[in-house]
C-alpha cells in the first residue's frame, strides 16, 4: 500500500468519483444560474425595466363613433347619441369574493339594484360580449356619477363613461336596408372584412350596417396615463390619439316614398314586401317588409329572449319573424306579373310576332285529364298580344309555354338572362336567389324521388304564367320590368348613393354598371310595354279599376299566384310615367288574392308619394270607375 505526501491512505477510486460527478453538476448548475442572471439583467434588462414602468401606466380606448346614415335628401336615418353609462370592468374587480360581494351592495344601494342583479348582468354581458365593459344602467344621473368618482376607491372597477348609442329618428323606418350593429364575436374577428375591428368594437350584422361597415366604423382612440400601484390615476395624460369618427353613408332611399310603401303594406294588414327603383340606374327609392322591427332593440346592452322571438320568429314554430326582408328573400310564384318576360321569350325566338293573333276558346288542353281555363272562365276570341297582355288571357300564354319548351329552353334563358333565378346584386347582405325551375330541374329531383313526376310541358305552361314551381321577390321583378323598359339594361339595384365625410364632403360616388346588357328589339319591348299600358288605364285592362283615372300615364302588369296550402299570393308591378319609364314599383302581398285588390292599390300609394300628389289632385288619382270588364287576375 501506498501512502500520500500527508501520511493517510489514498481515497478509494469510486469515492473520487463521485466527488467529480458532483463537481461537475455543481459547476454546470453555477453556470446555468449565471448565464440565467447575464441574460435577465443585460440582455433583458431594458424590457423587464419597461415592463415595470408599464406597470404604473394605464392605456384607456375611446370608442370612435360610427358615421350617421342619410336619405338622399340629407335626412337622418340612423345617428348616435351620447349617453353617460355606469359600467363595470371585471378585470378590475376584486379577486375575493367577499370583498366583491361587499362592493356590489354598496353599488346596489346608489344605483338601485340588488346585488343578485348586478351579478346576473356580468354573467350574461360577459358571455354576450366578453371584451366589452359591462353595462348597468345607461343614461344614469349626475349625482351618481359625483358619488362614483369622488369615492373611486370603494368602487374599483365601476366607472361612469361616454357611450355612443344608435338611434333611429324614424323608428322602424327601413329598418331591413338600414340593419343593426352588435359587438364583433370572435368567429366574426377572424373575417377579412372585419380585420381591423378590434375585440369591443361594435360592428355591422344586417342591412347596410354590415354591407358599408367599413366606411360606416371609425377608428378607436387611445389615451395613456399614470397610475399607482391600485391603478388609480396619479398625473396627467403621457400620451393620447383621438378616436375618428366613421364616415357618412347617403342612401338613395327618399325617405317619403319609404314611410309610403310601408305605410301602403301596413294598411293591407298582411305580410308583404315593395320595391321602387330608378329604371335607368338601378338607384332604390323604396324597399321594404311588412311585418318590420325595431332596430333600436339591438342598441340595448343585452336583447332578451322576448325581443329576441319577438324579431327572429319562434324556433319551434314555422312563420318567420320580422326580420325576414320579403322585398329580397322572399320567395313567391309571381302570377300573370311573369307575362311580359314571356312575351320578350316569345317575341325574341321567333316563336311569335307583333302581328300573331290567338283563338282565345277560354280553354286549353295540355295532356289527358289536364284542361286549363282562364281566370273566371272568361274567353277572349281571336286576340293578339297587346290584347292578351291587356286582359292578361291565361290561355293566350299557357299556349306559348308549350311552344317554348323546347330545346335550349327560350323562356327560361329570357327569364335568367332578365335576373329571374339569381341574386340582383343589391349592396345588403342575404339576398335569395329564388327558383327559375328548367327540366334539367324537375328531372334531377325525380330521379332522386323527391318529386312524382318529370318535366313536361304543362309545367312550362305553368311557368309561361308565374305559376308552379317559380319562386321570386319584387326586387328581381323590378330589375326584369326595368331591362324592357330601359332598352336592355340590366341594371344592378343599390341602396348606397355616395360616402361623404363628418363635414359632408363627398369621398366617394356608388353607381354600379349594368351587370350586362342585352340585345332587345325596341319594337318588341314598346309593344308589351303598350300591353301593360292598356291593362292598367284603357277599358277592359286588368287594373283599370286602379289606375284607370291616374293623372299620370303608367305600364302596370297584375298578377294572382296560386302558393298551396296558403291563399293567392297577390302581385302588382307598375312602371311610370309611360311612355318614358322614370322608376319601377312591384308589390306582393301574402294571402292577399287578386292582384287588383291589395297589391296594385298598395302601388298606387307608393307612386302617389313619388310624384307628391297633393290636394284635387290627388284626390282625382284617387277615384276610380266602379267596374271594369277585364279577368281578376
Same mark, same amino acid.
Given at each position: 500500500?501506498?501512502?500520500?505526501?500527508?501520511?493517510?491512505?489514498?481515497?478509494?477510486?469510486?469515492?473520487?468519483?463521485?466527488v467529480?460527478?458532483?463537481?461537475?453538476?455543481?459547476?454546470?448548475?453555477?453556470?446555468?444560474?449565471?448565464f440565467?442572471?447575464?441574460?435577465?439583467?443585460?440582455?433583458?434588462g431594458?424590457?423587464?425595466?419597461?415592463?415595470?414602468q408599464?406597470?404604473?401606466?394605464?392605456?384607456?380606448?375611446?370608442l370612435?363613433?360610427?358615421?350617421?346614415?342619410?336619405?338622399?335628401?340629407?335626412?337622418?336615418?340612423?345617428e348616435?347619441?351620447?349617453?353617460?353609462?355606469?359600467?363595470?370592468?371585471?378585470e378590475?374587480?376584486?379577486?375575493?369574493?367577499?370583498?366583491?360581494?361587499?362592493?356590489?351592495? @354598496?353599488?346596489?344601494?346608489?344605483?338601485?339594484? #340588488?346585488?343578485?342583479?348586478?351579478?346576473?348582468? $356580468?354573467?350574461?354581458?360577459?358571455?354576450?360580449?366578453?371584451?366589452s365593459?359591462? #353595462?348597468? @344602467?345607461?343614461?344614469?344621473?349626475?349625482?351618481?356619477?359625483?358619488?362614483?368618482?369622488?369615492?373611486?376607491?370603494?368602487?374599483?372597477?365601476?366607472?361612469?363613461?361616454?357611450?355612443?348609442?344608435?338611434?333611429y329618428?324614424?323608428?322602424?323606418?327601413?329598418?331591413h336596408?338600414?340593419?343593426?350593429?352588435?359587438?364583433?364575436?370572435?368567429?366574426?374577428?377572424?373575417?377579412?372584412?372585419?380585420?381591423?375591428?378590434?375585440?369591443?368594437?361594435?360592428?355591422?350584422?344586417?342591412?347596410?350596417?354590415?354591407?358599408?361597415?367599413?366606411?360606416?366604423?371609425? $377608428?378607436?382612440?387611445?389615451?395613456?396615463?399614470?397610475?399607482?400601484?391600485?391603478?388609480r390615476?396619479?398625473?396627467?395624460t403621457?400620451?393620447?390619439?383621438?378616436?375618428?369618427?366613421?364616415?357618412?353613408?347617403?342612401?338613395t332611399?327618399?325617405?317619403?316614398?319609404?314611410?309610403?310603401?310601408?305605410?301602403?303594406?301596413?294598411?293591407?294588414?298582411?305580410?308583404?314586401?315593395?320595391?321602387?327603383?330608378?329604371?335607368?340606374?338601378?338607384?332604390?327609392?323604396?324597399l321594404?317588409?311588412?311585418?318590420?322591427?325595431?332596430?333600436?332593440?339591438?342598441?340595448?346592452p343585452?336583447?332578451?329572449?322576448?325581443?329576441?322571438?319577438?324579431?327572429?320568429?319562434?324556433?319551434?314554430?314555422?312563420?318567420?319573424?320580422?326580420?325576414?326582408?320579403?322585398?329580397t328573400?322572399?320567395?313567391?310564384p309571381t302570377?300573370?306579373?311573369?307575362?311580359?318576360?314571356?312575351?320578350?321569350?316569345?317575341?325574341?325566338?321567333?316563336?311569335?310576332?307583333?302581328?300573331?293573333t290567338?283563338?282565345?276558346?277560354?280553354?286549353?288542353?295540355?295532356?289527358?285529364?289536364?284542361?286549363?281555363?282562364?281566370?273566371?272562365?272568361?274567353?277572349?276570341? $281571336?286576340?293578339?298580344?297587346?290584347?292578351?297582355?291587356?286582359?292578361?288571357?291565361?290561355?293566350?300564354?299557357?299556349?306559348?309555354?308549350?311552344n317554348?319548351?323546347?330545346?335550349?329552353?327560350?323562356?327560361?334563358?329570357?327569364?335568367?338572362?332578365?335576373?329571374?333565378?339569381?341574386?340582383?346584386?343589391?349592396?345588403?347582405?342575404?339576398?335569395?336567389?329564388?327558383?327559375?325551375?328548367?327540366?334539367?330541374?324537375?328531372?334531377?329531383?325525380?330521379?332522386?324521388?323527391?318529386?312524382?313526376?318529370?318535366?313536361?310541358?304543362?309545367?312550362?305552361?305553368?311557368?309561361?304564367?308565374g305559376?308552379?314551381?317559380?319562386?321570386?321577390?319584387?326586387?328581381?321583378?323590378?330589375?326584369?320590368?326595368?331591362?324592357?323598359?330601359?332598352?336592355?339594361?340590366?341594371?344592378?339595384p343599390?341602396?348606397?348613393?355616395?360616402?361623404?365625410?363628418?363635414?359632408?364632403?363627398? $369621398?366617394? @360616388?356608388?353607381?354600379p354598371?349594368?351587370?350586362?346588357?342585352?340585345?332587345?328589339?325596341?319594337?318588341?319591348?314598346?309593344l308589351?310595354?303598350?300591353?301593360?299600358?292598356?291593362?292598367?288605364?284603357?277599358?277592359?285592362?286588368?287594373?283599370?279599376?286602379?289606375?284607370?283615372s291616374?293623372?299620370?300615364?303608367?305600364?302596370?302588369?297584375t298578377?294572382?299566384?296560386?302558393?298551396?296550402?296558403h291563399?293567392?299570393?297577390?302581385?302588382?308591378?307598375?312602371?311610370?310615367?309611360?311612355?318614358?319609364? @322614370?322608376?319601377?314599383?312591384?308589390?306582393?302581398?301574402?294571402?292577399?288574392?287578386?292582384?287588383?285588390?291589395?297589391?296594385?292599390?298598395?302601388?298606387?300609394?307608393?307612386?302617389?308619394s313619388?310624384?307628391?300628389f297633393?290636394?284635387?289632385?290627388?284626390s282625382?288619382?284617387?277615384?276610380s270607375?266602379?267596374?271594369t270588364?277585364?279577368?281578376?287576375?
Amino acid at each position: 500500500m501506498f501512502l500520500r505526501d500527508d501520511g493517510r491512505p489514498p481515497l478509494p477510486a469510486q469515492f473520487s468519483l463521485r466527488v467529480a460527478i458532483l463537481g461537475t453538476f455543481a459547476l454546470v448548475m453555477f453556470s446555468i444560474i449565471f448565464f440565467r442572471l447575464w441574460y435577465l439583467e443585460i440582455l433583458s434588462g431594458d424590457k423587464y425595466l419597461a415592463d415595470a414602468q408599464n406597470q404604473r401606466v394605464r392605456e384607456f380606448t375611446s370608442l370612435a363613433p360610427r358615421g350617421k346614415i342619410e336619405d338622399r335628401h340629407g335626412n337622418v336615418l340612423v345617428e348616435n347619441r351620447t349617453a353617460l353609462a355606469l359600467q363595470v370592468h371585471t378585470e378590475e374587480l376584486p379577486k375575493r369574493a367577499s370583498v366583491r360581494n361587499h362592493e356590489f351592495r @354598496q353599488l346596489g344601494d346608489i344605483a338601485g339594484m #340588488t346585488p343578485h342583479a348586478i351579478h346576473s348582468q $356580468i354573467r350574461k354581458q360577459t358571455n354576450l360580449a366578453p371584451a366589452s365593459p359591462v #353595462t348597468l @344602467q345607461r343614461d344614469v344621473p349626475y349625482d351618481l356619477i359625483y358619488y362614483i368618482r369622488e369615492n373611486q376607491d370603494e368602487f374599483p372597477g365601476v366607472s361612469v363613461d361616454k357611450v355612443y348609442v344608435r338611434s333611429y329618428p324614424h323608428g322602424s323606418l327601413a329598418a331591413h336596408v338600414l340593419g343593426y350593429v352588435r359587438e364583433a364575436n370572435k368567429e366574426q374577428l377572424k373575417e377579412p372584412r372585419f380585420q381591423t375591428a378590434e375585440p369591443g368594437d361594435q360592428v355591422g350584422q344586417d342591412g347596410v350596417e354590415s354591407s358599408y361597415d367599413n366606411v360606416l366604423r371609425g $377608428i378607436n382612440g387611445q389615451t395613456r396615463v399614470a397610475v399607482d400601484a391600485a391603478g388609480r390615476p396619479t398625473g396627467g395624460t403621457l400620451a393620447e390619439h383621438a378616436p375618428k369618427a366613421g364616415n357618412n353613408l347617403v342612401l338613395t332611399l327618399d325617405d317619403r316614398v319609404q314611410e309610403a310603401g310601408e305605410a301602403a303594406l301596413s294598411h293591407q294588414g298582411l305580410p308583404g314586401a315593395f320595391a321602387i327603383m330608378n329604371v335607368h340606374d338601378g338607384e332604390v327609392l323604396g324597399l321594404g317588409s311588412s311585418p318590420t322591427y325595431d332596430p333600436s332593440v339591438f342598441a340595448k346592452p343585452v336583447v332578451t329572449a322576448a325581443d329576441s322571438r319577438a324579431i327572429f320568429g319562434d324556433p319551434n314554430s314555422d312563420i318567420p319573424g320580422p326580420i325576414i326582408d320579403r322585398a329580397t328573400t322572399g320567395a313567391y310564384p309571381t302570377g300573370s306579373t311573369f307575362k311580359p318576360i314571356t312575351s320578350i321569350a316569345g317575341l325574341e325566338t321567333g316563336t311569335i310576332t307583333p302581328s300573331y293573333t290567338y283563338n282565345d276558346t277560354g280553354k286549353l288542353t295540355l295532356g289527358p285529364g289536364l284542361t286549363v281555363q282562364n281566370a273566371g272562365g272568361a274567353s277572349y276570341g $281571336i286576340i293578339d298580344l297587346h290584347q292578351a297582355l291587356q286582359v292578361s288571357s291565361d290561355v293566350f300564354f299557357f299556349n306559348l309555354g308549350v311552344n317554348l319548351d323546347v330545346s335550349g329552353e327560350p323562356l327560361q334563358k329570357w327569364a335568367g338572362d332578365l335576373g329571374i333565378g339569381s341574386p340582383t346584386g343589391i349592396d345588403l347582405p342575404g339576398e335569395d336567389p329564388g327558383l327559375l325551375p328548367t327540366p334539367e330541374w324537375r328531372n334531377d329531383l325525380f330521379k332522386q324521388d323527391l318529386t312524382d313526376r318529370p318535366w313536361t310541358s304543362g309545367d312550362n305552361a305553368n311557368l309561361a304564367v308565374g305559376q308552379g314551381d317559380l319562386q321570386a321577390d319584387p326586387l328581381q321583378m323590378a330589375v326584369a320590368y326595368s331591362t324592357l323598359a330601359n332598352g336592355g339594361d340590366v341594371v344592378r339595384p343599390h341602396v348606397g348613393l355616395r360616402v361623404a365625410d363628418q363635414a359632408g364632403r363627398t $369621398i366617394q @360616388q356608388i353607381a354600379p354598371q349594368p351587370r350586362r346588357q342585352l340585345d332587345i328589339n325596341p319594337e318588341y319591348s314598346h309593344l308589351i310595354l303598350d300591353g301593360l299600358h292598356s291593362a292598367a288605364q284603357e277599358p277592359g285592362g286588368t287594373s283599370y279599376s286602379v289606375f284607370g283615372s291616374y293623372p299620370v300615364g303608367v305600364a302596370g302588369k297584375t298578377g294572382t299566384a296560386e302558393r298551396p296550402p296558403h291563399p293567392d299570393q297577390s302581385w302588382y308591378v307598375v312602371m311610370a310615367p309611360y311612355p318614358d319609364p @322614370q322608376v319601377v314599383c312591384a308589390v306582393t302581398i301574402e294571402g292577399g288574392g287578386f292582384g287588383v285588390d291589395s297589391a296594385a292599390p298598395a302601388a298606387k300609394e307608393i307612386l302617389n308619394s313619388y310624384f307628391n300628389f297633393q290636394g284635387k289632385k290627388l284626390s282625382q288619382a284617387n277615384s276610380s270607375p266602379a267596374t271594369t270588364t277585364g279577368a281578376y287576375e
